[in-house]
């Protein structure tokens, strides 16, 4: 039997990293404002942003064909305004990788940043510094650990997105077809080698995360 | 609440979990007949069900892509007669001891056609050339479901499948194929003419018809000592009774008969 093919375990690296440079900025923003703001609907914010955690997989993929397929409404907006088509191509795969991420980063970092001592930044704050500045010269320094296990975390969910990945951005083989799914392809077919290899990668990736993210998380509670 | 009152809470939870669990598990009693059948099966096999001239047949059909299908027979499911849309896996089957080679039957054919959604432009099976390379169509995953390899067969020989190839969506069966094509996420897709006939929102664009046109038979077969309930309905799918009604869903018959 010929080697297994390496495309799958490229493209899950490229989707799930590029899932991730979407999520990090959104998902940085998200988590400190919802440790900021005494906003009011600060609880409805919460659940949204749980959401995609919580739903099953299918239901997301659902959701992303009906509003960015092609007879939803965002879809038809974007091919009639910039030609762009989401569904059935790699950028799909992202973007459902992104969705499922998302939550994860927040969850993780909101506490981390949560965990900063109000004082340092009030203090900060009376001297008159920006936001942006306290958040890089203060709240980061002290939180990038609960930030980088986020991070990991997030990454780790984002390669193995398998629901809503086959529903909005297909299985076509060597274009959206990630490692969760070539697993799931191989299998059908009775190509064990093939999914065992893949297999293989992916538990060896998400160990790992695992390792790196509990050696990252009790610390970034320390103050 | 109380932490007493919380304990309850939690107790009456649990219970109500395992029962319902517990519930889901209770056999509902075995049928006298268990058919495995493809999806493209689906829009003729009640009808013929219903015809089979025995009173209080009790029959549990499963539909799904042949090769899904004979990978669920060979683990062991327990399945009494196969009806598939191709010869191949039932083959395999019977290469295997799972299946009686004297009760392989071809019982029907059918005919690949191409689809678009109702309002897309027509495209041909030339014509599949000159797509733009953004468009998207719709197969079965050649892998497994006999609906893909026609189409595939039909692309390699029209010497279109390697261009094509970054194109083309994969259905886990037929009927996900076409759910892709009504739902106009494609703009065309592969499926059999007995699927489209029934589908208001798609348009038959083209048929596979000449020397390049794969031939798409539905192909039957009993296991190693099947009940007679099951030798019984292999039979009647035979009759004219039984060939009328598929001839009625757009079904062809199997080559070598004469249709009366």
């Known amino acids: 039997m010929p080697t297994p093919d390496l495309f799958p375990v490229r493209l899950s690296l490229e989707v799930a990293g590029l899932a991730l440079a979407l999520v990090l900025p959104v998902g940085v923003v998200l988590a400190w404002l919802q440790a900021h703001r005494r906003l009011a609907f600060r609880t409805a914010v919460d659940a949204l942003i749980l959401l995609p955690l919580v739903l099953p997989p299918s239901v997301v993929g659902y959701l992303l064909v009906i509003v960015l397929g092609r007879e939803g409404p965002l879809g038809r907006a974007l091919e009639a305004l910039f030609d762009l088509r989401l569904i059935f191509t790699p950028a799909a795969a992202v973007l459902a990788a992104a969705i499922v991420a998302l939550p994860l980063l927040v969850k993780t970092v909101q506490p981390a940043i949560e965990a900063v001592p109000a004082e340092l930044e009030d203090v900060g704050r009376t001297l008159g510094l920006s936001p942006l500045f306290l958040f890089l010269r203060v709240t980061l320094p002290s939180s990038w650990r609960g930030m980088l296990a986020g991070v990991v975390l997030a990454f780790a969910r984002a390669l193995g997105e398998f629901g809503a990945t086959l529903m909005f951005a297909g299985d076509i083989p060597k274009r959206t077809e990630t490692m969760p799914l070539a697993i799931y392809a191989a299998y059908q077919v009775g190509n064990d080698r093939a999914a065992m290899f893949y297999v293989a990668v992916l538990v060896a990736l998400s160990l790992l995360v695992v390792l790196l993210a509990a050696r990252l998380s009790p610390r970034g509670l320390r103050t | ?260």
């Open chain 2, 1 to 260: 609440m109380t932490a007493t009152g919380g304990f309850r809470v939690l107790a009456g939870c649990i219970v109500a979990l395992s029962v319902s669990t517990l519930l889901a598990c209770v056999n509902p009693g075995t049928p006298e007949l268990t058919i495995a059948a493809a999806s493209s099966l689906r829009t003729v096999l009640p009808d013929l069900i219903q015809a089979v001239p025995t009173s209080d047949l009790q029959v549990r059909a499963t539909y799904a892509a042949s090769g899904i299908l004979r990978q669920q027979v060979a683990a062991g499911a327990p399945i009494d007669l196969m009806i598939f849309a191709a010869d191949q896996p039932i083959d395999r089957l019977i290469q295997a001891g799972l299946a009686d080679p004297e009760t392989r039957t071809v019982v029907a054919s059918n005919q690949l056609v191409l689809i678009t959604p109702r309002r897309a432009p027509l495209i041909t099976f030339e014509s599949l050339g000159s797509l733009p390379a953004v468009s998207r169509l719709a197969i079965g995953d050649p892998r497994t479901v006999p609906v893909g390899q026609y189409a595939r067969e039909a692309l390699v020989r029209l010497r279109l499948w390697d261009r094509l190839r970054p194109q083309l969506v994969y259905g886990a069966n037929v009927a996900a194929v076409l759910a892709y094509a009504r739902r106009g996420e494609v703009e065309g897709a592969f499926v059999y003419a007995t699927d489209a006939r029934v589908a208001p929102d798609v348009v038959v664009a083209d048929r596979a018809s000449g020397d390049w046109a794969p031939s798409p038979l539905v192909v039957a077969a009993l296991r190693q000592h099947a009940p007679a309930a099951a030798q019984h309905f292999l039979a009647f799918l035979l009759t004219d009774r039984a060939q009328a009604i598929l001839r009625s869903k757009g079904f062809g018959p199997p080559p070598g008969h004469a249709d009366s």
